[in-house]
T-cell receptor
Framework: GENVEQHPSTLSVQEGDSAVIKCTYS??????FPWYKQELGKGPQLIID?????GEKKDQRIAVTLNKTAKHFSLHITETQPEDSAVYFC????????????FGKGTKLSVKP | NAGVTQTPKFQVLKTGQSMTLQCAQD?????MYWYRQDPGMGLRLIYY???????DKGEVPNGYNVSRLNKREFSLRLESAAPSQTSVYFC??????????????FGPGTRLTVT
């Protein structure tokens, strides 16, 4: 089955710097890759997603890139702010167009003012 | 519009006790999901309901049962709780399971401790 590896597990940056979180997946049939942000004591919230027919997607300060050949995708956050501090999860959808999400183990991002 | 709601927020059980976690969504979504989140493990799918009247096993279904009561409500039952079921449980919903409907919206979670 699908396996999603996420790195790093913790990341600390200074306010204004960029942050990059990387994920790899194993199932070449996976075609949907969402990223979730989870603040302390809350449920995960979708922040950006990408489908396998797209190489890059941007939404203001966040972007996701996908390399299907290498089976890896990355989250990029520019101009980080203290409110970006949270745990970020990547996921991959298995089983083609009606699969289930397999999540990475999460990255705890800390943005220092 | 409350989105996805879960009750209770916190629960402590003794080994062998039973309980039901409740989930409801007001977004008219067809699909609903139950996940558990353990430290350092990410989220793992327990059961899902693709549409009203159907349920299917996910990655870690052992020790759990579910009921899709109606389109809005999806409950998770622990018949005989074990310490290994100590976790945070999240319910989620989506319009469907085909693109572009499969964005999942999560509830606030239920923190369960089994002693």
């Amino acid at each position: 089955g699908e396996n999603v590896e996420q790195h790093p597990s913790t990341l600390s940056v200074q306010e204004g710097d960029s942050a990059v979180i990387k994920c790899t997946y194993s199932d070449s049939a996976s075609n949907y890759f969402p990223w979730y942000k989870q603040e302390l004591g809350k449920g995960p919230q979708l922040i950006i997603d990408i489908r396998s027919n797209v190489g890059e997607k941007k939404d203001q300060r966040i972007a996701v890139t996908l390399n299907k050949t290498a089976k890896h995708f990355s989250l990029h956050i520019t101009e980080t702010q203290p409110e970006d501090s949270a745990v970020y999860f990547c996921a991959a959808m298995t089983g083609g167009s009606q699969g289930n999400l397999i999540f990475g183990k999460g990255t705890k991002l800390s943005v220092k003012p | 519009n409350a989105g996805v709601t879960q009750t209770p927020k916190f629960q402590v059980l003794k080994t062998g006790q039973s309980m039901t976690l409740q989930c409801a969504q007001d977004m008219n979504h067809n699909s609903m999901y139950w996940y558990r989140q353990d430290p350092g493990m990410g989220l793992r799918l327990i059961y899902y309901s693709a549409s009203e009247g159907t349920t299917d096993k996910g990655e870690v279904p052992n020790g759990y049962n579910v009921s899709r009561l109606n389109k809005r409500e999806f409950s998770l039952r622990l018949e005989s709780a074990a310490p290994s079921q100590t976790s945070v449980y999240f319910c989620a919903s989506s319009h469907g399971r085909d693109y572009p409907s499969y964005e999942q919206y999560f509830g606030p979670g239920t923190r369960l401790t089994v002693t």
